[in-house]
């Protein structure tokens, strides 16, 4: 019987994890979502990624069932069709999984980012698993008849910009929030900030001031930054 009492205990435990991450996950869509392109499904910015990502990094894969109801719920709500919320929430559970499989093999296995390069493999693994969702969504609404064929690919691009970026600005904050601090700062940190602020500096240039009067098409040379900055330049604890 106490067997029996603390296996349904876990059962319990594990349903409401699964059912905050899909509240979360939701929560999030419908926000991105008023920024989506007809109709209504693709946005530049998909911060779910991220939160999907993280979660499944911090407890564990076998949350996924959370972030497929949470995107299926989200898209439902579009369209109000099952079929096509089901297709779409596959995708988003596919690369969710893709990424957390990546980040664990590659980096670690809570996404604890302790070097430069670790931030290069992750902008990258965000690169491959926005593809997964992507290619999904798209051919789910060409073959539904929601998107015609020949506007697929403008939807693929946005579609995968919106999974990058949403991988990219949504989980590193969540992860560096959920670690353990370090205790203060020390020389190499100051030398990796100065670093970082030079850096940062010239991808702005790049992105929004060079020449000068003009715009060139470099925003994404920034997202990089925003993964490096919460892991070695957040708080300490009890600051």
Not at 2 to 13: D, I, N, T
Not at 104 to 131: C, K, L, N, Y
Request: proline share 7%; aromatic share 12%; with cysteine.
């Amino acid at each position: 019987m106490a067997a029996a009492s603390v296996a349904m205990k876990g059962y319990a435990g594990y349903a409401a994890t699964i059912a905050l991450v899909a509240v979360v996950y939701f929560a999030a869509a419908k926000v991105a979502l008023a920024l989506a392109i007809p109709p209504g499904y693709a946005t530049a910015v998909w911060p779910p990624s991220g939160i999907a990502v993280a979660a499944l990094l911090l407890s564990g894969s076998r949350l996924w069932p959370g972030v497929w109801l949470g995107a299926a719920a989200a898209n439902f709500t579009i369209q109000l069709s099952l079929p096509v919320a089901c297709a779409i929430a596959t995708g988003n559970t596919l690369e969710a999984l893709l990424a957390t499989a990546l980040v664990q093999r590659t980096i670690g296995r809570h996404g604890r980012f302790e070097r430069g390069e670790d931030v290069v493999r992750f902008v990258g693994i965000a690169v491959a698993a926005g593809a997964v969702a992507a290619t999904a969504a798209s051919l789910t609404l060409g073959l539904g008849g929601f998107v015609a064929w020949q506007q697929t690919g403008y939807h693929w691009w946005t579609w995968w910009q919106g999974g990058v970026a949403g991988i990219l600005i949504g989980g590193p904050p969540v992860l560096s929030w959920a670690r353990p601090q370090r205790a203060g700062w020390t020389p190499d940190r100051g030398a990796e900030l100065v670093m970082f602020a030079i850096a940062l500096l010239v991808a702005a240039t790049a992105s929004f001031a060079w020449p000068y009067g003009t715009s060139l098409p470099f925003f994404f040379l920034l997202l990089p930054f925003m993964v490096w900055a919460p892991f070695p330049f957040s708080p300490p604890l009890g600051s």
